[in-house]
């Protein structure tokens, strides 16, 4: 495929740029969900806090259930296709919470269930986004068109819980997610405009599931680059789903925030996202992918701190910035680390390697929820946040004390 060149901003392709505004719709519509299905859950069914947990842990089953043999599949098939249909599907799965709702029949069985039915289906699609990134910029403008994608999800960040609490507040947190709905189904409308196409790729051999998932796994958890970062990862993301369970409980029970309130809160996040894209590239640049990775979240994630610690009023303006800081700092790891990924894996093994991390590192996702959940009903919020706080810090470790992630390091080169 012709593509511009390396002096050429990515926004200039065609093909990119629909693959750019995609990504917002789709953003846009997953950060509605964020705010929106838990509301579903603690302010439509008054659930408690281990069942807003039970949700968590549904929202983020998929990657357990079908992580690993996604990424087989996905090696197999074209990855555009794959990204219309999750798109779509998705789409109409959302649609049927609120005409549950409208129905009478919603329920919170039948909200963990669209909640891990749309896990599922995410699974794919991630691990298919991904794996088109390379094949739609090459190589040489991974670091770039990363750090524009993380951008635009940041920029939705803002906008999506600007949007989601007014919605939540006027109509009720099942129609907001019909905006959720609309968003998904536009991005895969979207994605079928996309001019490039892909060669089908070659399998070689019978296609063998068993074996297939192996070689992702032996490939993923035995470099010794990409060890310790899916590793880290993995640690990152429990802590950081314990910390998340009781997020909403501290904003709207614990400091009294209305759902317009938390919109700001998740706004601000989405601030720092964003800044965090703007620097990601020049900070990788100037500090080394590998000092990237373990710095990051050891400098921003200590700052979550300031949540448990908050009261109603100006405190709670501090530590919505600590929050604001947690999402700088991911995204400027996160944009090293899959650029550093993408970089690092043959292109016949980029959907496995994918889904091997994904598993890995999203695999303690749904424990994290339910640990999240019991904690914040044996201990409360404030504790189940100092617990999140201190793991994200923690996972710097692996990174830190790899000889491979050395200061400096740039792995791509």
């Given at each position: 495929m012709d593509r511009p060149p390396l002096t050429a901003g990515l926004l200039r392709d065609p093909d990119f740029g629909r693959l750019f505004a995609a990504t917002a719709l789709g953003q846009l519509g997953d950060r509605v969900i964020f705010l929106a299905l838990p509301l579903v859950a603690l302010v439509t069914l008054d659930a408690g806090p281990f069942q807003v947990g039970l949700l968590t842990a549904a929202t983020t089953a998929g990657s357990l259930l079908v992580g690993l043999p996604a990424g087989a599949?996905?090696?197999?098939?074209r990855k555009r296709p794959v990204l219309i249909a999750a798109d779509l599907a998705r789409a109409l799965l959302l649609l049927t919470v609120p005409v549950a709702w409208w129905a009478g029949l919603l329920t919170l069985g039948w909200l963990?269930?669209?909640?891990?039915?749309?896990?599922?289906?995410?699974?794919?699609?991630?691990?298919?986004?991904?794996?088109?990134?390379?094949?739609?910029?090459?190589?040489?403008?991974?670091?770039?068109?990363?750090?524009?994608?993380?951008?635009?999800?940041?920029?939705?960040?803002?906008?999506?819980?600007?949007?989601?609490?007014?919605?939540?507040?006027?109509?009720?947190?099942?129609?907001?997610?019909?905006?959720?709905?609309?968003?998904?189904?536009?991005?895969?409308?979207?994605?079928?405009?996309?001019?490039s196409r892909e060669e089908r790729p070659e399998t070689g051999e019978r296609p063998r599931l068993g074996r297939d998932i192996a070689e992702g796994l032996r490939f993923a958890l035995g470099h010794a680059a990409l060890r310790p970062i899916i590793l880290g990862d993995a640690m990152f993301?429990?802590?950081?789903?314990?910390?998340?369970?009781?997020?909403?409980?501290?904003?709207?029970?614990?400091?009294?925030?209305?759902?317009?309130?938390?919109?700001?809160?998740?706004?601000?996040?989405g601030c720092g996202?964003?800044?965090?894209?703007?620097?990601?590239?020049?900070?990788?640049?100037?500090?080394g992918q590998g000092t990237v990775i373990w710095l990051a979240p050891l400098v921003t994630c200590p700052l979550t701190a300031l949540l448990p610690m908050a009261r109603p009023g100006w405190s709670t303006d501090v530590a919505a910035l600590g929050l604001a800081a947690l999402s700088l700092g991911g995204v400027v790891r996160v944009v090293a680390q899959s650029s550093l990924q993408q970089a690092l894996t043959p292109d016949r093994l980029l959907g496995r390697t994918s889904a091997t991390a994904r598993f890995v590192s999203w695999g303690g996702i749904p424990l994290g929820g339910l640990l999240g959940g019991a904690s914040g009903s044996v201990f409360g919020a404030p504790a189940t946040l100092w617990i999140g706080a201190a793991g994200m810090t923690l996972s710097a470790l692996p990174n830190l004390l790899s000889n491979v992630l050395s200061p400096r390091a740039d792995l791509t080169r």
């Open positions: 599949w996905v090696d197999r098939m963990c269930a669209v909640a891990l039915a749309h896990g599922v289906l995410t699974v794919f699609f991630d691990v298919a986004h991904v794996s088109y990134l390379p094949h739609l910029v090459g190589r040489g403008r991974l670091v770039e068109g990363n750090a524009k994608l993380s951008a635009i999800r940041s920029v939705t960040a803002i906008g999506g819980p600007a949007v989601a609490g007014p919605l939540v507040g006027g109509f009720g947190a099942p129609a907001a997610l019909l905006a959720s709905s609309l968003g998904m189904a536009l991005s895969g409308l979207l994605a079928i405009g996309i001019r993301n429990l802590f950081l789903v314990i910390y998340q369970t009781m997020l909403l409980v501290q904003l709207e029970r614990a400091l009294g925030l209305s759902p317009s309130g938390i919109g700001l809160v998740l706004s601000g996040m996202a964003l800044l965090g894209a703007l620097l990601a590239a020049r900070v990788s640049r100037r500090l």
